[in-house]
């Protein structure tokens, strides 16, 4: 396979999980009679571009379709979160009722809608039809489709170029990440920003958090490789946040090069923070394989060693970072008995590829487990107070990774 940025040939590997299931696609009890599609989650490195990636397989998109339904909404704190930047965009880059702003994987207008209060023109771009549905009841204006190069100039010729393009969570999920990147220089005016939001790689590695992996992420962007992806579409990174979202991602400010752009310092004193990691090296790349496979055996014997002594195990969030980690350690709901999750709309489900069954706060309080494993770890101390306060002090609650540790 070649490097979906630069074509080089791909020679590292960063991680190789094996086969599992989509991330996401958990199933109901009617699914369980059915073939279980797994496919291949390895993830390579670029040594010209740094850019590491997701594998491409034969038939993948036969796998990935458009049925995934996140409504960004439900999240309070990342409606806040979407509040203050706008906030702080409309300052910092001058916007006003002149200004044209286009958001791409704009969902459910969780974002837009902030601006559409100022009354700053706006337009979503959103290929997932249920939640494009509710941004368009809110009164904001979302093409239905998929960003490419023809969508774009299509843009250009119904409306015009944009002062900001913003892209959320979207950079890492596109396969075609140059197409996209040039669709975003084309819709962008002559002295606009692009910001772009995606998990920072560098935590990735720091923290061995390979759990974060899964096919619905394409790309694994460091602040180096964002750079040499946006400079082949002539755009150039002038500013960089680190932000806590997602265990920690950063926030890229680019315009065109011609633009007369002044570059903050905060780019070069987070490329050299990377160059120091080894970001540009091989060395930075073969420590994750070694640790994730020393934490699989660890997370087998515990929970062998739990079921040797009759112990009775439950896990805590059906999270996609968990699916990860169980279909690579090939745990079954014979090691882990059921899982608890607050959501209404995964109970009664089961998890993709171990088929662990996803229970309510009842049903786990019912079954009364010796053992609470947590699975999205970000979350361990909110969860360890919520078994506290819902199962008293008798089980033990254990978090699995980056590494086992009893909270
Ligand atoms: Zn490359």
């Given at each position: 396979m070649n490097c979906r940025n630069c074509e080089t040939l791909l020679s590292l590997e960063l991680i190789d999980l094996g086969f599992s299931p989509p991330s996401n696609a958990y199933l109901t009890s009617a699914d369980l009679d059915k073939v279980e599609v797994w496919v291949p989650l390895k993830v390579l490195v670029c040594k010209e571009c740094w850019l590491v990636q997701t594998l491409d397989f034969h038939g993948e998109s036969d796998v990935f379709t458009e049925n995934y339904a996140y409504f960004s909404s439900t999240s309070t704190s990342w409606v806040e979160h979407a509040r203050i930047f706008v906030e702080n965009s409309i300052v910092e880059l001058g916007l006003n009722t002149d200004s044209f702003v286009i958001e791409v994987a704009?969902?459910?207008?969780y974002l837009l809608q902030h601006f559409q209060e100022k009354g700053i023109p706006h337009l979503g771009i959103e290929p997932t039809r249920s939640t494009a549905q509710a941004a368009i009841s809110k009164g904001i204006e979302t093409i239905v489709e998929f960003l490419n190069p023809d969508l774009a100039m299509k843009v250009l010729t119904t409306y015009r170029k944009a002062d900001l393009v913003i892209g959320n969570n979207v950079f890492a999920h596109v396969p075609n990440i140059r197409g996209f990147t040039d669709s975003l220089a084309l819709m962008l005016s002559d002295k606009g920003t692009v910001v772009l939001e995606f998990p920072h790689l560098l935590k990735l590695l720091q923290e061995n958090?390979?759990?974060?992996?899964?096919?619905?992420?394409?790309s694994y962007l460091s602040l180096h490789s964002c750079l040499d992806v946006l400079s082949r579409s002539n755009l150039r990174i002038w500013k960089v946040e680190e932000l806590e979202t997602h265990g920690g991602s950063l926030r890229i400010y680019a315009s065109h090069d011609s633009s007369d752009l002044v570059v903050d310092s905060s780019v070069g004193e987070l490329l050299e923070t990377e160059k120091r990691f080894g970001i540009t090296s091989v060395a930075a790349y073969t420590k994750l394989a070694v640790v994730a496979n020393k934490l699989r055996d660890e997370v087998l014997d515990f929970l062998i060693s739990c079921r040797v002594k009759g112990l009775k195990v439950a896990a805590y969030g059906a999270a996609a970072k968990g699916n990860t980690l169980l279909n690579f350690a090939g745990v079954k709901s014979n090691l882990i008995q059921m899982v608890c999750d607050s959501a209404p709309s995964k109970q009664g489900n089961f998890l993709p590829g171990s088929h662990i069954p996803i229970v309510n706060l009842d049903a786990l309080r019912e079954y009364s487990p010796d053992v609470v494993v947590v699975l999205p770890w970000n979350l361990s101390a909110e969860i360890l107070a919520l078994i506290r306060a819902n199962?008293?002090?008798?089980p033990r609650v254990v978090r699995l990774s980056p590494y086992l540790q009893v909270l």
């Amino acid at each position: 396979m070649n490097c979906r940025n630069c074509e080089t040939l791909l020679s590292l590997e960063l991680i190789d999980l094996g086969f599992s299931p989509p991330s996401n696609a958990y199933l109901t009890s009617a699914d369980l009679d059915k073939v279980e599609v797994w496919v291949p989650l390895k993830v390579l490195v670029c040594k010209e571009c740094w850019l590491v990636q997701t594998l491409d397989f034969h038939g993948e998109s036969d796998v990935f379709t458009e049925n995934y339904a996140y409504f960004s909404s439900t999240s309070t704190s990342w409606v806040e979160h979407a509040r203050i930047f706008v906030e702080n965009s409309i300052v910092e880059l001058g916007l006003n009722t002149d200004s044209f702003v286009i958001e791409v994987a704009s969902n459910d207008g969780y974002l837009l809608q902030h601006f559409q209060e100022k009354g700053i023109p706006h337009l979503g771009i959103e290929p997932t039809r249920s939640t494009a549905q509710a941004a368009i009841s809110k009164g904001i204006e979302t093409i239905v489709e998929f960003l490419n190069p023809d969508l774009a100039m299509k843009v250009l010729t119904t409306y015009r170029k944009a002062d900001l393009v913003i892209g959320n969570n979207v950079f890492a999920h596109v396969p075609n990440i140059r197409g996209f990147t040039d669709s975003l220089a084309l819709m962008l005016s002559d002295k606009g920003t692009v910001v772009l939001e995606f998990p920072h790689l560098l935590k990735l590695l720091q923290e061995n958090s390979f759990d974060t992996i899964y096919h619905e992420h394409f790309s694994y962007l460091s602040l180096h490789s964002c750079l040499d992806v946006l400079s082949r579409s002539n755009l150039r990174i002038w500013k960089v946040e680190e932000l806590e979202t997602h265990g920690g991602s950063l926030r890229i400010y680019a315009s065109h090069d011609s633009s007369d752009l002044v570059v903050d310092s905060s780019v070069g004193e987070l490329l050299e923070t990377e160059k120091r990691f080894g970001i540009t090296s091989v060395a930075a790349y073969t420590k994750l394989a070694v640790v994730a496979n020393k934490l699989r055996d660890e997370v087998l014997d515990f929970l062998i060693s739990c079921r040797v002594k009759g112990l009775k195990v439950a896990a805590y969030g059906a999270a996609a970072k968990g699916n990860t980690l169980l279909n690579f350690a090939g745990v079954k709901s014979n090691l882990i008995q059921m899982v608890c999750d607050s959501a209404p709309s995964k109970q009664g489900n089961f998890l993709p590829g171990s088929h662990i069954p996803i229970v309510n706060l009842d049903a786990l309080r019912e079954y009364s487990p010796d053992v609470v494993v947590v699975l999205p770890w970000n979350l361990s101390a909110e969860i360890l107070a919520l078994i506290r306060a819902n199962l008293g002090e008798r089980p033990r609650v254990v978090r699995l990774s980056p590494y086992l540790q009893v909270l």
